[in-house]
Nanobody, 118 residues
Framework: QVQLVESGGGLVQPGGSLRLSCQASGIIFSFYDMGWYRQAPGKQRELVATISNVGSTNYADSVKGRFPISRDNAKRTVYLQMNSLKPEDTAVYYC????????????WGRGTQVTVSS
């Protein structure tokens, strides 16, 4: 059974930082590209950042330079370090896994809430 379990969300003031983690089980982690997506109330889910199985990264323009993504294959975990948080970063953040050579194989976590507010 595949599970992606996110953690690290919460309430933070503008300008603050959070680190999200997503631990995978039931998959060969190094065979998957990993990503973070977010969905704000009333909006569509959008890409935040992705990291390939070999460590290549891609970012949404809105988070470039603020949210570095990283992975630890030994721990089967992907991270999103969120710095200089803004109220518009408020959303549910979802972890995603896509099999590198077969993008039809994809899994999602249940999400973790991030709220940026004073």
């Amino acid at each position: 059974q595949v599970q992606l379990v996110e953690s690290g969300g919460g309430l933070v003031q503008p300008g603050g930082s959070l680190r999200l983690s997503c631990q995978a089980s039931g998959i060969i982690f190094s065979f998957y590209d990993m990503g973070w997506y977010r969905q704000a109330p009333g909006k569509q889910r959008e890409l935040v950042a992705t990291i390939s199985n070999v460590g290549s990264t891609n970012y949404a323009d809105s988070v470039k330079g603020r949210f570095p993504i990283s992975r630890d294959n030994a721990k089967r975990t992907v991270y999103l370090q969120m710095n200089s948080l803004k109220p518009e970063d408020t959303a549910v953040y979802y972890c995603n896994a896509v099999k590198t050579w077969d993008p039809s194989v994809t899994y999602w976590g249940r999400g973790t809430q991030v709220t940026v507010s004073s």
